[in-house]
């Protein structure tokens, strides 16, 4: 179902919140009592042959933690919750807690075992009605941050921007490893914007947008996209497609303040472009897919995220090539993202680059690699040694990462993300402008990655 739609503000967001006990400084009177344990993840990947630890929070010291795996033929489990991957497979690992003679169960890990060269990403939810929504929501309901210490800023009443991940207080430096890179260098002449290139102009002509909906196997709801087409779209023509990511806090209408339609259309009057169709998607894969979702800081929503990767392959791509005259294969395929949606970009696109030749982070928040802060962890979707691309994509794949120079969110994640690809061997571009975490740099980026996309 399509139909024509207009241009609304994107929502503000909300402020970033966190659970209010951990706020307490010594001395405050009202402590709660003390959390108990959990597991920091229920689903982990290994590669065969390598290890990963079992991480639980709020561990109590006068407690003693079992392992135990179902299949140690798959992945063996030792004392200390260290897995071992063995072969390709699948396990269970539970975990259990023994303290003053009682046990109690912290719960069961999913584990996957994926061949040593694999991509590491995470098992595929099954498409029955209501799953997403219905995943544990493991972090607690929280307060508003604007009585937080140690929040952006110190943060005050001023919303934050709509990406609502977490900074860590420090970003350790890759160590550079193996061999010097071998690949020369992307350097891009000039990253910046002249001053018109959002104004719409009475001599060109610009595309049009239409809101899509297409059902998702992954959530069993109807979900929506808004369909940019380019100037003089003709149905008879074929077009390649660049799937656009919305920030944390955000849906598929928040590119719209970007104003795409009149950068896009200006840059193609100028021919620095080419004809393309665009797609802004809503990369939050669960029924309850709303802007400022209550819960940013949780595992529900955190997976989310990671479920877009199987919607995007199996109901939003099929239904663009039934519905539009779109271009198939990796090198007519791209997708870019602000923020969550810069994180969301590089984790889909290096888990299927037989799918995807153009890669674009503006501003790409914590994700690619562990992290922990405000009371929450994520293990991440790669660590260092793993993110790269197999050698048959390492010189046919376009990589564009960029931020702000005063970004006070990510701060100087994406320039890790940067120096680990340096390391890897990976080609890209990288680079920064003066900014803070909002839509100015984000225009800035898409207007560079629209320059050298599908070229």
Known sequence: MRKTIHRRPACIALALTMTISSVFGPGTAGITAAKKARLASKNLNVKAGSKVTIVIRNKNKKAKYTFSSSRTGIATVSKKGVITGKKTGKTKVTVTEILNKKKRSLGVIKVKVTAKNALISVDKPSATPGTAASAANSASQAASSTSAPGSMNNATATPKPKDMMPRPTSTPSPKATGAPPTRTPLVLDDVSTPSDFIMKKSDVTYGSYEKITYHSGVTGTDRHAIVLTPPDYNPDEKYPVLYLCHGGNGDENDWLDGKPELMYGNLLANEETVPMIMVLVNCRARANDGPNPSDSLSDAHM??????????????????????????????????????????SLYIGFNIPDKISYIGAFSPAFGIFEYENFGYYEKGYFTEDTFTLPDEYKDNTTIMIMNGANDSMVRDEPEKYHNVLVNNDVNHYYYTIPGDHNMDVWKNGLYNFLKVVFK
């Not at 005259?325 to 791209?334: H, K, Q, Y």
Request: charged share 20%; glycine share 10%.
């Open 303 to 344: 997976q989310a995220w990671t479920d877009f990767l199987y919607e995007l392959q199996d109901d939003l791509m099929p239904y663009m090539q039934n519905n539009y005259p779109v271009l198939t294969g990796r090198e007519n395929t791209a997708i870019a993202g602000l923020s969550m949606g810069g994180r969301e």
